[in-house]
């Protein structure tokens, strides 16, 4: 069953666009066309359309699931790879993590110091702290 690009991005839950440019950026491989000129998706398209929905969600950047299809579709493709690289994507998303723990931290500090209210802005901590 063939499905056009609008029927493909339904089914799938993405816009139509989002598609279109997967197909630019290489995830999505050249769809056959109607007599018409119409692109006809096949089931491949739509596992391979949930397969990089999924992999986004799980925080892989299109670059990073090019090479995750990249590896699927190599013929001598091992887990070890898919491994390396989801390991790879743990410790980004723990320099992020830490990164973002600290930055909340600092601004929980100087909330705690602005008094806030009606002081006119040459008394406020956080702004002194910014400039300074």
Request: aromatic share 8%.
């Amino acid at each position: 069953m063939f499905m056009t690009r609008g029927e493909l991005a339904k089914r799938c839950g993405v816009n139509p666009e989002t598609i279109r440019y997967y197909e630019r950026s290489g995830l999505l491989t050249e769809p056959q066309r109607s007599d018409a000129g119409y692109r006809l998706f096949d089931e491949d398209a739509a596992e391979r359309l949930h397969f990089v929905k999924r992999a986004r969600a799980a925080g892989f950047t299109l670059e990073e699931i090019r090479t995750l299809l990249d590896i699927q579709y190599a013929p001598d493709a091992t887990c070890g790879a898919v491994c390396s690289l989801t390991a790879q994507k743990i410790a980004q998303i723990d320099e992020r993590i830490r990164l973002l723990t600290s930055m909340r931290a600092m601004l929980v500090d100087l909330i705690e110091v602005c008094p806030g209210g009606e002081r006119p802005l040459d008394e406020c901590p956080i702004f002194d702290s910014f400039a300074g």
